[in-house]
């Protein structure tokens, strides 16, 4: 193998190392849903670096077998909520888009003694969503540069080659 | 200013690698006339640039950069671009894998564009001349704005693929990125203002070779000494 391509497979090796393993999804558009009182489905949509779109079209779709039907719209609020009542138990999805079509959606399932429930999180998501709220993708741009600088090191062994 | 997976038809997406493909294919040459530096350096400046978000009108917008990239890198932008925008998709989730033909072209295009509007002409080739031209911080500002205003046409040309669905979206999101537009403008004729002050050889268009020394002296006027040049090269 030639010394450049050791050193293009090497930066693929440490990409995935370095950031690649947990790719920071600065963004992404996430969506969150809480269950409020009288059934009531809060919806709270973000960046994961801390942004909120306002604006963006929240659908609300029962999910029955293969159907899908569509129950409701909202638009998110300045805060990125917007809210949705949830009329019977069953299956549902919320799905999202602003307006530089960012998109995110989650499925949710309610129970027959849960439609009417109190305050309760839907845990509908992966648990490190939550917690990357705010975080600045540090891991990803420590990556990106090593890559790029392992990428022109390779450029550059590749051009002492041809002279 | 990056299209998402899931929006666009095949027969799009198709056509996205397919220029992307064949212009990357016509560039990539030129990376032997580039320092690696140099294009680490821009490619670096476009990755991380993404990252400066703006909020504006219930989205979330960031700066691209394809103006100074294509000034500085001339033909070598393209590949450049294509760099940063794999590792804007791996690390930070920005556009995805089906759209990044598409990706690429729109704005390895808008940096084509803007080196073109700066220099006149596309650097990279083989014997040119390099050389600062007439007006650079207005050039810069005309290449920052260009660049970005064709990466913006061919966004939204590319989401008008996708039917009727997506019109009113198409049109949104050219508006919505207006102030990007502004935004690159200022930068490409403040980041042209310095370093036509600190490092100038950067704005010539410089067909540097590895281990050949540092590039011809520049000439602020491109006009006066085009005669002499062009008949050496």
Do not use: K
Request: overall charge neutral; hydrophobic content about 50%; proline content about 7%.
């Amino acid at each position: 193998m030639s010394a450049g391509g050791c050193v293009v497979r090497g930066a693929l090796v440490l990409a995935v190392l370095v950031g690649g393993a947990r790719p920071a999804w600065a963004h992404r558009l996430q969506l969150e849903l809480f269950r409020e009182e009288g059934g009531r489905l809060r919806c709270e949509l973000f960046f994961s670096d801390g942004a909120t779109p306002e604006g963006a079209e929240l659908v609300l779709l029962r999910l029955e077998g293969d159907v899908e039907r569509e129950l409701a719209r909202a638009e998110s609020d300045a805060e990125g909520v917007a809210c949705f009542t949830v009329p019977a138990p069953g299956r549902y999805r919320v799905e999202a888009r602003d307006a530089s079509l960012h998109r995110a959606s989650r499925e949710l399932e309610v129970a027959p003694d849960e439609a009417s429930s109190s305050t309760a999180a839907v845990s509908s998501e992966p648990p490190a969503a939550r917690s990357e709220r705010g975080e600045r993708p540090w891991g990803g741009v420590l990556g990106g540069l090593l890559v790029i600088a392992l990428l022109a090191g390779g450029l550059r062994l590749w051009q002492a080659r041809r002279r | 200013m990056h299209i998402l997976d899931g929006h666009l038809p095949v027969l799009s997406l198709g056509v996205g690698f397919a220029v992307s493909g064949g212009l990357l294919a016509a560039t990539l040459p030129s990376l032997d006339r580039v320092s690696p530096p140099r294009v680490a350096t821009v490619s670096s400046a476009f990755f991380v640039a993404s990252l400066l978000r703006l909020p504006f009108a219930g989205t979330s917008l960031h700066l691209s950069l394809v103006g100074l990239t294509g000034v500085v890198l001339g033909r070598a932008a393209f590949p450049a671009v294509v760099v940063g925008l794999v590792l804007q998709w791996l690390m930070f989730g920005h556009g995805g894998l089906t759209t990044l033909g598409v990706n690429a072209a729109t704005m390895g295009i808008g940096a084509l564009v803007a080196a073109l509007a700066f220099h006149g002409r596309l650097p990279g080739g083989p014997r040119e001349t390099p050389r600062v031209p007439r007006h650079p911080v207005a050039r810069g500002a005309l290449a920052g704005f260009l660049g970005t205003a064709c990466s913006l046409s061919l966004y939204a040309a590319a989401l008008l693929t996708a039917g009727e669905g997506l019109r009113s979206v198409a049109w949104a999101c050219v508006v919505v990125h207006a102030p990007v537009l502004v935004i690159e403008t200022v930068l490409g004729a403040s980041v042209v203002g310095f370093l036509l002050r600190a490092r100038p050889e950067l704005l010539a268009g410089a067909p540097r070779r590895f281990g050949q020394g540092d590039p011809p002296p520049l000439q602020e006027d491109a006009a006066a000494a085009a005669a002499p040049q062009e008949s050496g090269a």
